[in-house]
């Protein structure tokens, strides 16, 4: 994910809204079903995060979470 350039800010929407894009398309990948929207899984993050490294870092947690499932059919 690029992090630089103009909207860096991690508490802005476009910010945001790119990252709810990722998460969109890890879990389209993974192919399997969420309770939560990546609209809430992002909004979770949001509100956990005190930094902005700490909101990338729970974001690659969710994604990497998504790409864990799609590897590993059996979790």
Do not use: Y
């Amino acid at each position: 994910m690029d992090v630089t350039g103009p909207e860096t800010d991690w508490r802005s929407t476009n910010f945001r809204q790119k990252l709810v894009s990722q998460i969109d398309d890890a879990m389209r990948k993974a192919g399997v079903a969420h309770n939560k929207s990546s609209k809430d899984m992002e909004s979770h993050v949001f509100m956990k995060a005190k930094t902005r490294v700490r909101h990338l870092c729970l974001f690659a947690e969710v994604t990497g979470a998504s790409k864990e499932a799609q590897n590993n059919p059996w979790k």
